[in-house]
């Protein structure tokens, strides 16, 4: 049998090496948030963010390899968040759907670093030249096509208008959230934002209910 030497076995120290890495590159993401909703992309730089991470630029670049690689994977981690809410199960019904939408728009009230980077994102994402004008396009396609599919099987199972526009709701409701999240950010003693998202939704699912559903 091998000589106990007391040392803990190198696996472990692997281990913990990883779960280091792992926190310094969840800090760094974090940062970065918080750079790119106050900058935006462009105004930011890797320098400051690895200054406020308490690391070098070099040890930053160990974990993303350029500030567009850091902007998509805060995108990605961001995205990864809303899809585990939104589309991990199917609703029952599109009412229920409506609910776990104000629930999001709830959780975002706590991270507000998220809905400002968001925001300044999209607006500077118009720009065919910017490193995220294609993920924020296929964003809003993806989220589009999963609200109209959401809308249709709604109507076919007689929740919903037969004569509904499933394109038209579905991009309405996009549009007015996103509007007043913005106006949430820009001051958000302004609203209960959850509260006005829920009374918005209610009110327009009432105009599409089926008659008698």
């Known amino acids: 049998m091998p000589e106990n030497t007391g040392r803990a076995p190198r ?3 692997g281990r913990g090496s990883y779960a280091v890495g792992d926190a310094r590159r969840q800090k760094i993401l974090d940062t970065a948030v918080d750079h790119f909703g106050q900058w935006g992309f462009h105004a930011s730089s890797l320098a400051r963010i690895a200054h406020d991470c ?5 040890g930053l670049l160990h974990h993303f390899r350029s500030k567009e690689d850091l902007l998509l994977s805060v995108l ?3 995205e990864q968040h809303d899809v585990e809410r939104l589309f991990s199960d199917e609703p029952a019904s599109y009412a229920a759907y409506l609910g776990t939408l104000v629930a ?3 959780e975002n009230t706590r ?5 400002r980077m968001f925001n300044v994102l999209v607006g500077e994402s118009g720009n ?3 490193p995220a004008h294609q993920y924020f396009k296929e964003r809003y396609a993806r989220v589009l096509r999963h609200t109209v599919d959401l809308l249709d099987a709604a109507v076919r199972r007689g929740e919903l208008r037969p004569d509904l526009d499933s394109l038209a709701v579905a991009q309405e409701h996009l549009a007015v959230m996103d509007g007043l999240q913005i106006q949430w950010a820009l001051d958000p003693s302004s609203m209960d934002m959850p509260s006005r998202v829920d009374a918005y939704l209610r009110r327009r699912y009432a105009e599409i209910a089926a008659p008698g559903g």
């Open 128 to 130: 065919v030249g910017h």
């Open 111 to 115: 991270r507000p670093g998220i809905v």
């Open 11 to 13: 696996r472990s120290a």
């Open 104 to 106: 999001l728009i709830e």
């Open 76 to 78: 990605a981690q961001s």
């Open 54 to 58: 308490g690391i070098t630029q070099g």
